[in-house]
């Protein structure tokens, strides 16, 4: 029997029990999975460390290895996302509508998808926020993480299978497939027996590969080539600081701008200001023609207006207008968070509703497209595309409904 048959029995058999285990019990869970973070750091961090290692052998940016890297404050950080996610209201059980008709009584209520698989790259904490959310929801977990992180991923699971074992949960509501190969993400994929709905992470070729070749329901994840417009009469430096906020507080994080569209009539004025700040952390600027004639920096390619940098490069365009910067955003957009920086409500509305993001901003940095920065505790991942999850994906987007229908022994006439 494969490894990935075996752990997909697992969380299978896991399901029921998880799906009638109480709020309580699923809250104690996560606070004895919290404590076993706390207790497990050192092996956590020499496990990250060996990982971290690898990556630089590798020779693996810095952006990147940034999201892989593990600390004392972001593991403390992770443990207390535990807490904060047994503090959340539990959406299972919640009844959404009810109504009546043909004297019945008919309610609309929340459940657990069931068992969940995920499939991602680089970013061990994923382990941790994508268990602690599934199981909240009543729903058992199969991780499957990158090879790039799994010294820092197996060590995590050992943690949270440890804070299970002193719960009422059962520890295979939570595994992990250790063999990194690519023959397992594509025999995973196949287990629609077992598995509800698969959840990749990661870059646009493993999105694509899973979204091409699964037999199980996908909720698709979404590639950040994100966008900042500069409209005519933004406050020039609150705009700067918003840029270098959305450019370089993590640049490998998938909500980073990667393009900034600048309003001709501003552009003179804002552009060499945004670059003096941007230099600070050497940033590389990739300009349009307009731009390069007014600060000194690399000219960009028609590739540049669609990367997904995840490193200290931003491409920028000067446009005629914000019809001009719309059109750019439709054209380039991976539907994942752009932003406008304007004094104008009109444009501001026009923006809001031209733009078809998961996440449309108004004077704000598009980093706080983030599960914890809206309130969900953390995330599992920020979804691009319109069917059920749209946006971060949090404890309501990891459940599906039934109907329960109460009658007095009803029969259809």
């Known amino acids: 029997m494969s490894e990935v048959l075996k752990k997909c029995q697992n969380v299978k058999e896991a399901e029921f029990n998880l799906r009638t285990t109480n709020t309580q019990s699923k809250n104690e869970a996560l606070h004895s999975i919290g404590k076993m973070l706390l207790k497990n750091k050192k092996e956590i961090l020499e496990a990250n460390q060996k990982d971290v290692n690898t990556a630089y052998e590798k020779g693996v940016k810095e952006s990147l290895i940034d999201r892989l890297r593990l600390t004392e404050k972001r593991i403390l950080a992770m443990s207390e996302s ?20 043909n004297d019945l009584r008919i309610a609309q209520m929340r459940v657990p998808i069931g068992a969940i698989g995920m499939i991602y790259e680089s970013r061990p904490n994923v382990t ?41 949960l059962p520890e295979t509501a939570v595994e992990i497939i250790e063999e990194t190969n690519r023959e397992n993400v594509m025999e995973m994929m196949k287990m629609k027996a077992y598995l509800s709905l698969i959840i990749p992470r990661g870059g646009a070729s493993l999105i ?68 003096k700040k941007l230099d600070e952390k050497a940033v590389e600027i990739r300009g349009c023609k307009r731009t390069a004639n007014i600060i000194t920096c690399k000219a960009a390619v028609e590739d540049d207006w669609q990367r997904e940098f995840l490193d200290y490069i931003l491409a920028v365009r000067v446009v005629k207008d914000i019809d001009d910067a719309i059109e750019h955003i439709m054209n380039f957009s991976t539907h994942h968070s752009e932003a406008i920086l304007t004094n104008d409500l009109n444009n501001a509305g026009r923006f809001t509703n031209a733009i078809d993001s998961a996440a449309v901003y108004v004077n704000t940095s598009t980093r706080f497209t983030d599960g914890e920065m809206f309130g969900f505790g953390g995330e599992i991942g920020i979804s691009t595309q319109k069917l059920h999850a749209r946006g971060p994906v949090g404890l309501k987007e990891l459940t599906s409904y039934k109907y329960v229908i109460l009658g007095d022994y009803k029969s259809r006439g």
């Open 128 to 168: 941790l926020d994508a268990s602690i959310l599934a199981l909240k929801t009543g729903n058992p977990i199969l991780l499957r993480g990158g090879s790039d992180a799994i010294h820092s991923n197996i060590a995590i699971t050992n943690a949270l299978k440890e804070g299970l074992r002193e719960s009422d």
């Open 208 to 275: 694509n590969f899973v979204v091409e070749n699964s037999t199980i329901p996908v909720i698709e994840t979404g590639v950040g080539n994100c966008h900042i417009y500069v409209d005519y009469n933004a406050d020039l430096a609150k705009s700067v600081a918003i840029i270098n906020n959305a450019k370089t507080q993590r640049p490998g994080t998938c909500n980073t701008v990667e393009t900034v569209l600048i309003h001709e009539q501003v552009a003179e004025e804002i552009l060499p200001m945004m670059k």
């Open 82 to 101: 535990c807490d904060k996610v047994a503090l959340l209201n539990d959406p299972v059980g919640e009844i959404l509508t009810s109504w009546i008709e």
